[in-house]
């Protein structure tokens, strides 16, 4: 499925965390300086995001009670 790892960072920034694609990876950008919480709550968020991203490719809406329709343009 195209579009994926587009998807996956789109629903990483809904979730407070920042990535970048590139083609088949995906990169991390965290501060300089972290805490081994915040690296928790990274890798929390980033689970969150492909568990979304999972359901997407499952052709099941990962916005489901969550208030929101699947994006068309996703």
């Known amino acids: 499925k195209t579009g994926v790892g587009a998807f996956l960072v789109a629903r990483a920034h809904v979730h407070g965390l920042i990535l970048r694609a590139m083609a ?6 965290p501060p300089l300086i972290i805490s081994e919480d915040e690296i928790d709550l990274m890798f929390e968020r980033f689970g969150r995001a492909l568990d979304d991203t999972l359901a997407m490719v499952q052709g ?3 916005f489901v009670g969550q208030g929101h329709a699947l994006p068309a343009a996703l």
Do not use: S, V, Y
């Open 24 to 29: 088949d990876t995906i990169g991390f950008c």
């Open 60 to 62: 099941l809406d990962p």
